[in-house]
């Protein structure tokens, strides 16, 4: 008699356990499902950002070389590339130490320096993307024939990152106390004229496989360690 | 009542294993966060190891952020841990190839782990024997996960019908 009843117990708890596997088996598979689909869809949404990014209408600056990326200075036999971006502190120390040596260098017609400005760091500016905004400027002023008057005084005004940056006002402003007033220019910066051609320009650094900035290269051979020195006798090498 | 150390890890178990999938939803949360306002950069990022043409890292580096948030908040509900803990695990391995590989090749690169990364500045140094580092623990989480994915305050207790 006892032993039947244990039966029924024992009976009734392989039961129980089999409905509780079975849940669990339910329950892992759906959830495994909805897992799957959840990441499919956040995958889905990421592209979709990507291709809905509106980069607005491409105007490649007439004045630009190299692919429609950098913008000359001077016609001297070696080619040295610069990339930079405007709010970079690094480029900001490269200016600073050796902008002037390659201004003098480009002078006496020994080198062709090729401004190459890119905005990478366009997160650093509290969503004003300053970096692009800076670039794009810069391919105005080049079109006026004064990227130079305008690179030099960004630099000198160089904002610090995790700031807002130089408001339009503020770069047109900069702009005209070097002697870049025109209207062409103004309207280029308060439209944004060539914002999209500075989001392929640095699409293309990046294609270049280059990461940072400053990256300096001197007839085509990257500097690791772009000193005043090092460039001065990447120059004189290379020239020969 | 004397209690086994067996009986006391039965109990500690679930508890850690909260703990680490808890942990491991904040790095997903933190890493996706931090790369989701900008996918230009993020592309980039990708880009900077050279694996791919840049036009599959612009792909790569848009779905990524989103994927490591989408993992973050399924970790933070704790729906599904064994599978999500498994695909962390597999994600944390693929970095770390990418990483010792970019190492091999003697790039000068961030990793991008926790950044928009790609760029290093002068003077900076790579530091990917850290990042290795901090990705296995990152791994070591993940594994612990698939192997102990039962935790504390999570759906898939609730649905299991457990307390």
């Known amino acids: ?240 | 009542m004397e209690t086994s150390p067996q009986s006391r890890m039965t109990v500690a178990w679930p508890w850690i294993a909260t703990a680490a999938r808890l942990g491991l939803a904040a790095v997903w949360l933190v890493a996706g966060a931090l790369k989701v306002g900008d996918l230009a950069a993020s592309a980039r990022a990708v880009n900077a190891y050279q694996v791919m043409p840049y036009d599959t890292a612009e792909v790569v580096g848009a779905v990524q952020p989103f994927l490591e948030i989408a993992l973050g908040l399924l970790l933070l509900i704790g729906l599904s841990t064994r599978l999500t803990a498994a695909i962390s695990a597999l994600l944390m391995v693929i970095f770390i190839a990418g990483i010792a590989s970019a190492w091999a090749r003697g790039l000068r690169i961030d990793c991008g782990c926790f950044s928009t990364g790609g760029e290093l500045g002068r003077g900076e140094d790579t530091a990917y024997g850290i990042d290795i580092l901090r990705d296995l623990a990152f791994l070591a989480l993940s594994g612990l996960l698939v192997w102990r994915p039962r935790t504390r305050y999570s759906l898939d207790g609730i649905l299991l019908g457990e307390r």
């Open chain 1, 1 to 240: 008699m006892s032993s039947g009843k244990n039966r029924a117990a024992k009976a009734r708890q392989i039961v129980a356990e089999q409905k509780a596997a079975e849940r669990r088996r339910t329950v892992t598979l759906w959830t495994s499902v909805g897992v799957v689909l959840v990441l499919f869809v956040a995958g889905l949404i990421g592209y979709t950002a990507l291709s809905g990014q509106d980069e607005g209408k491409l105007v490649i600056p007439s004045t630009a070389v190299d692919e429609g990326t950098a913008f000359a200075v001077g016609t001297g036999p070696v080619v040295v590339d610069v990339y930079e971006d405007f709010m970079c502190p690094a480029c900001g120390t490269f200016e600073a130490a050796s902008g002037p040596t390659l201004k003098q260098l480009a002078d006496s017609g020994k080198i062709t320096i090729r401004f190459h400005p890119v905005a990478i760091l366009d997160q650093y500016s509290n969503g004003t993307e300053y970096s692009t905004r800076a670039a794009a400027a810069s391919a105005a002023a080049a079109q006026e024939g004064k990227f130079t008057e305008l690179h030099d005084v960004l630099y000198a005004n160089r904002p610090e990152e995790n700031s807002t940056g130089l408001s339009d006002a503020r770069i047109i402003e900069l702009a005209a106390s070097v002697g870049l007033t025109s209207d062409t220019f103004v309207t280029a910066v308060n439209e944004g004229t060539y914002k999209a051609w500075a989001t392929q320009a640095t699409e293309t650094f990046s294609k270049r496989d280059f990461t940072g900035t400053p990256t300096i290269l001197v007839a085509g051979q990257q500097l690791e360690n772009p000193t005043t020195e090092l460039l001065t006798e990447a120059v004189t090498t290379a020239a020969g």
